[in-house]
């Protein structure tokens, strides 16, 4: 485990073993400067996902800030009144909600995001963390001869069961909607199951239960078995993290060697986030 360190005012605390440290010292909401950007940004290649307390920043400030990681990344599927900032609401009374299966973002796109930015604007008293998963541990763990096994293989990425008419159930049941209707359209793509992160060249697992349906060259039938292992083996519990919200926390995730699930255990109180991704590039 990496110790925690200090640099300029800025302090990175490690969270747990797997992987998340928690970020000190830095207000988000300012205009940070290029040394803090490069601060953050490295602390974010070496623990997967950082973590900040006590924010205040508007959306124009959130924009801001994201913009100094990379492009902003447009989400494809859910409503939003600013394009590039998708607010996620939970009222009570939901039976469902957003991110409630171990997914990576929008892994369907061609380009998937970088990663993103989320500020916790409104949250229960209890509940409602988020956890996170290291795909870097998840590939590392794996024996020689399985990753001998994946290293060829392309997963069928399709936002079919999240989006389009197999979802709505799903977003009928929940406050923040995604496009169901006729203007959707399934977006495919086909990527590693095992990528190489483009910034610190290590290799990580590139599956998730959002957006993974196949493999190709395999029938689904064929496919679902192996999925479903690694699927489930990329968050076991020496791989995890978890993070419990307070008003004006911020999660900035890597999305590119990162799972994440929100942790659906409170159905009576409201819960608002407020996320803007990063544009990311193709999987390799």
Not at 9 to 34: F, H, K, M, R, Y
Not at 101 to 119: F, N, Q, R, V, Y
Not at 219 to 233: F, G, H, I, N, V
């Amino acid at each position: 485990m990496t110790p925690s360190v200090r640099v300029d005012e800025i302090s990175v605390t490690p969270i747990a073993g797997a992987l998340g440290a928690e970020i000190g010292g830095v207000d988000l909401g300012a205009d940070i400067n290029d040394i803090d950007v490069a601060t953050i940004r490295q602390a974010l290649l070496d623990h997967c996902v950082i973590f900040f307390r006590d924010q205040d920043f508007d959306t124009a400030a959130h924009k801001r800030l994201a913009l100094k990681f990379g492009d902003i990344f447009v989400h494809p599927f859910f409503f939003s009144d600013d394009p590039g900032v998708v607010t996620i609401v939970r009222e009570p009374g939901d039976t469902r909600i957003v991110g409630e299966d171990w997914h990576s973002d929008t892994a369907m796109m061609a380009e998937p995001p970088l990663g993103a930015i989320l500020l916790a604007l409104d949250v229960p008293e209890f509940g409602g963390d988020t956890m996170f998963a290291n795909q870097y541990l998840a590939y590392d763990a794996l024996s020689d001869g399985m990753k001998r096994m994946l290293a060829p293989l392309k997963a069928v990425q399709s936002d079919r069961l999240v989006a389009g008419p197999g979802a709505a159930e799903r977003s009928a049941s929940r406050a923040t909607k995604a496009r169901t209707g006729p203007d959707w359209t399934e977006t495919i793509s086909y990527h590693p199951v095992i990528r190489t992160h483009p910034e610190t060249k290590r290799k990580c697992l590139y599956v998730n239960h959002s957006y993974s349906v196949g493999i190709e060259g395999m029938t689904e039938a064929e496919s679902q078995p192996l999925l479903d292992y690694l699927m489930d083996w990329g968050h076991r519990p020496e791989f995890t993290c978890r993070f419990r919200w307070r008003p004006g926390s911020v999660a900035f995730w890597d999305n590119r060697c990162s799972k994440h699930i929100a942790v659906d255990d409170v159905s009576d109180a409201r819960r608002v986030m407020r996320r803007v991704q990063i544009a990311g590039d193709r999987p390799y």
